[in-house]
């Protein structure tokens, strides 16, 4: 079955700097892949959609790339702030109009 | 102000005790969803819907029930809960199915069976 990865339960950074979370996955490649962002006790919210023949999408400050030869999705967060901090989750689409498999995400907390 | 709402929020129940989570969406979606979270477990998907009357099983149905009579509304079924079952639920819409722009999510329920 599929498995999904992402870095490191937490991940800590400073202000300022560039958050990368990384999002692994075995077997196939998904059509699309999605990136979602989760503050506690909130519903996830959505944030960007990259497609399996798309290398990079850029929204703002956000920037995720797609390597399926890795089998790998890069999502960053650049100059960070402390209102990036959330849970990021990952979720691989495979176009069947029918399911998303999610990560288990990662925590990040941005230091002031 | 387009949005998912779920209903309770909280509850805590007893073993056996039937419950209802009902799930309603104001944005004319064909596609709804529901999931539990767990820790360490992400998102599993319980059950989806592709448009009214057409239901199937997602990765975790064992224990529940959906039905959809309506477009806007999507109830989670739980006719006899045990505490497995303790979790936190997420219901979730989307236009077209998964591979759109955006999938929008409720608020949650957390649900505890004692």
């Known amino acids: 079955s599929q498995k999904i990865e992402q870095n490191s339960e937490a991940l800590n950074i400073q202000e300022g700097k560039t958050a990368t979370l990384t999002c692994n996955y075995t077997?196939?490649?998904?059509?699309?892949l999605q990136w979602y962002r989760q503050d506690p006790g909130r519903g996830p919210v959505f944030l960007l959609l990259?497609?399996?023949?798309?290398k990079e999408k850029r929204k703002e400050r956000l920037k995720v790339t797609f390597d399926t030869t890795l089998k790998q999705s890069l999502f960053h967060i650049t100059a960070s702030q402390p209102a990036d901090s959330a849970t990021y989750l990952c979720?691989?689409?495979?176009?069947?109009?029918?399911?998303?498999?999610f990560g288990s995400g990662t925590q990040l907390t941005v230091l002031p | 102000e387009a949005q998912v709402t779920q209903n309770p929020r909280y509850l805590i129940t007893v073993t056996g005790k039937k419950l209802t989570v009902t799930c309603s969406q104001n944005?004319?979606?064909?596609?709804m969803s529901w999931y539990r979270q767990d820790p360490g477990l992400g998102l599993r998907q319980i059950y989806y819907?592709?448009?009214?009357?057409?239901?199937d099983k997602g990765d975790v149905p064992e224990g529940y029930k959906v039905s959809r009579k309506e477009k806007r509304n999507f109830p989670l079924i739980l006719e006899s809960p045990s505490p497995n079952q303790t979790s936190l639920y997420f219901c979730?819409?989307?236009?077209?199915?998964?591979?759109?722009?955006?999938?929008?999510f409720g608020p949650g329920t957390r649900l505890t069976v004692l």
């Open positions: 077997n196939y490649s998904p059509a699309y």
């Open positions: 979720a691989l689409d495979y176009g069947t109009a029918r399911q998303l498999t």
């Open positions: 819907s592709m448009n009214v009357e057409v239901t």
């Open positions: 944005m004319n979606h064909e596609y």
């Open positions: 990259i497609r399996e023949n798309e």
């Open positions: 979730a819409s989307s236009a077209r199915g998964v591979f759109t722009d955006t999938q929008y």
